[in-house]
């Protein structure tokens, strides 16, 4: 973990930058590449720059410099400087990696604990809500403004669940006060980026709440979409995010989980935790990865193999303090 630097720093002499984020972009990697993007495009407009991520959601596509993001990747692409956001290591960046092995330099902006230290220089810090807040403290304030404060605001309301995780601290309140001063549309962004849902997501919502169990008397509960489940109700990837945390909302639940069949035998599963389970230790035991409260990981296997093994570990951690 390196003594934080200014990104303008960072950036000294740069000439050719690439943005990197992590596969299946949430708010928050979505919020801080495009964040930082614009914040590059205005302090070193010399330095050529690209953004390249996997497909995220539409609602996500009125931040400033939405339309500029490459989702075919480019792996013969070079550059002088990699800047990843969001990514705990390397295997996370999906076909990003390529890309990231050709940099001259490298650096990792991030707040996962779990992270791997894979970049040439890592700016960690896991006690911050969300790469978006450390972002922050990374940038110059006199060169802030509505567009990349838009970003950065956006990334913060979906790590911290519009500021109800204990990851929101005063000083995260703080920066959000100050990006809400930039003049942001900040009501219109947390409707619309996540609280809103389109007919797939509600339909999807709908079976997995339909689908769910509770275990270890009642403080665990687990929901699975099969592959078959997902096709029938035409939902992809992006259509189940918000799942696992209605599921945590279950009275006495402590622990959610959630797992959706990507392609025949592969679950991407999802946890978040209430109070007193690491959830990202379980998911780093499955080659995962994460936080405390909210962590996710890859199971391979039948639907009954991958959520046993799950729910074993699981189950023994909803118990250990003999609240359940």
């Known amino acids: 973990m390196n003594r934080l630097k200014k990104i303008d720093e960072i950036l000294a002499g740069c000439r050719s930058v690439v943005i990197l984020g992590h596969v ?6 979505v919020g801080s590449c495009l964040g930082l993007y614009n914040y590059i495009q205005k302090v070193a407009p010399q330095a050529e720059t690209d953004v390249y991520l ?4 539409k609602e996500f596509a009125f931040l400033k410099g939405a339309d500029q993001v490459r989702h075919e990747f480019d792996t013969e692409k070079t550059c002088e ?4 956001c969001d990514a705990s290591d390397r295997e996370r960046l999906g076909k990003g990696a390529e890309i990231f092995d050709r940099a001259g330099r490298t650096v990792s902006i991030d707040h996962h604990k779990t992270n791997t230290g894979f970049a040439g220089q890592t700016f960690l810090r896991a006690e911050i809500s969300s790469t978006c807040e450390l972002l922050y403290e990374m940038m110059e304030e006199t060169q802030m403004d509505r567009e990349i404060a838009a970003c950065l605001y956006t990334g913060m309301i979906h790590d911290t669940g519009v500021f109800k995780y204990q990851s929101a601290t005063a000083r995260t309140m703080e920066i959000a006060g100050k990006l809400m001063a930039e003049g ?5 962004i947390i409707d619309r980026t996540f609280y809103q849902k389109n007919y797939r997501q509600s339909k999807a919502m709908g079976q ?16 699975v979409l099969t592959a078959e489940e997902v096709e029938r109700l035409q939902a992809g990837s992006m259509d189940m995010e918000g ?3 209605q599921l945590r909302l279950v009275e006495d639940v402590e622990v959610s989980a959630f797992l959706y069949e990507k392609v025949p035998g592969e679950f991407k599963a999802s946890m978040r935790s209430r109070e007193y389970v690491d959830v990202s ?3 780093a035991f499955f080659g995962g990865g994460g936080h405390a409260r909210a962590a996710g990981c890859t199971l391979r296997g039948s639907k009954e193999e991958v959520t046993g093994r799950l729910l074993e570990r699981l ?7 003999g609240r359940a």
């Not at 942001?184 to 219109?188: A, G, N, V």
């Not at 997995?208 to 929901?223: D, V």
């Open 208 to 223: 997995a709440l339909l689908n769910s169990r509770l275990y270890a008397k009642g403080r665990l509960i687990c929901s």
């Open 24 to 29: 299946h972009p949430d708010g928050d990697c």
């Open 243 to 245: 799942i696992v945390e």
């Open 281 to 283: 230790e379980t998911a």
């Open 54 to 57: 996997e497909p995220f959601q």
């Open 81 to 84: 400087l990699c800047i990843v």
């Open 315 to 321: 189950e023994k951690e909803c118990l250990q303090d």
């Open 184 to 188: 942001i549309p900040f009501t219109d």
